[in-house]
Each structure stands twice: as C-alpha cells, then as structure tokens.
C-alpha cells in the first residue's frame, strides 16, 4: 500500500524543517548567547533609552518594565510582554522551537518502537503457539512499518493507532 498523500505532505514538511532545524542546531551557542541583563534591558539600554522611556512607550509604569526585565532574566517572562517591549524598540521578536535531532530520525526512531512493540507481541503469540517469527518475517514486517503506521498513531500512549 502506498503512502497516503497525506503522509507524503508530512514527510515533506519534515524534510523543510529539518533544514532549517540543521542551520539552528549548528549555531545554537550564538542563538542561546542571550545578554548578561537580558535581552529587553540590553537593547533599551543600547539605544540610550531608560526604563521610564521605554515603559511610557509601551504604555506601562517603569515598575512594570522592571518586572518584565526581572522575569525575562529569570526566564519567566510572557511572550505578549516580550513582544510589546520589542515593538516599542523597533525589534522583532523571535521565539524558536529547534529539534535536538532531525524530525524525520525522531518519527523513525518512534516508528521502530511502536512496530518493536507489534514485533513482540507477534513472538510471543508465536511462541506460545510454538512458532517462531523468521528473520524474513521480520524484514517484511519492517519495510511495511510506515505504511501500516501512519504518523498520526505514533505519540499516543501505546503508540498504535
């Protein structure tokens, strides 16, 4: 049976991401190389502005702005308050999800486990019948594995759709 077009599209939307996944994970050390005072009070402070300049920008207190400068540090701040002050600096925002590994080696990798999981409970049914499941049996079963699970019964909790 042939991939559905459906599949077919996932795996291309995989492969285009991990391309760009390839460029990110290659210069993670630079993308993660954040300010000592974070990125908001770094930025305002580079271009001359003090916290009360920008925080009427925003259209908040300075003891917001503080805050938000505090909690960006910590790595708590909210993604709506980053963006407000990023646009009263004439920023963009940029907020990156970067796989640890190739997409496509992830679903592969899972995909493996799921059919392990077939593949086990196929032998032990054998093997309580007094088969055994063949080298060959085990290929075929392998080279249909992303035909016969699909992408989308993959992360449930058992793994099969």
């Known amino acids: 049976m042939p991939l559905s077009n459906r599949q077919n599209m996932r795996r291309l939307a995989r492969s285009k991401l991990d391309k ?3 460029w990110l994970r290659e ?5 993660r190389a954040a300010p000592h ?5 770094s930025i305002r402070d580079a271009l001359g502005m003090s ?3 920008l ?3 925003m259209g ?17 701040a909210q993604l709506d308050s980053l963006r407000r002050a990023a646009h009263a600096m004439d920023c963009e925002l940029i907020v990156l ?18 059919y392990s999981e077939l593949y086990d409970k196929a032998a032990a049914h054998m093997k309580l019948e007094d088969q055994s499941v063949s080298t060959e049996l085990r290929q075929v079963m392998l080279r249909d594995a ?16």
């Open 20 to 22: 760009t996944g390839s």
């Open 27 to 31: 210069n993670l050390t630079v993308l």
């Open 37 to 41: 005072g974070g990125w908001v009070a």
């Open 51 to 53: 916290q009360a300049d």
């Open 55 to 57: 925080a009427q920008r």
């Open 60 to 76: 908040q207190s300075q003891s917001a702005l503080a805050k938000l400068e505090m909690s960006e540090r910590a790595g708590t």
């Open 97 to 114: 999800m970067v796989p640890r590994q190739p997409l496509q080696n992830s679903v592969d990798r899972r995909r493996l486990e799921v």
């Open 146 to 161: 992303e035909e016969s699970i699909p992408d989308n019964g993959l992360w449930r909790n058992s793994g099969l759709g």
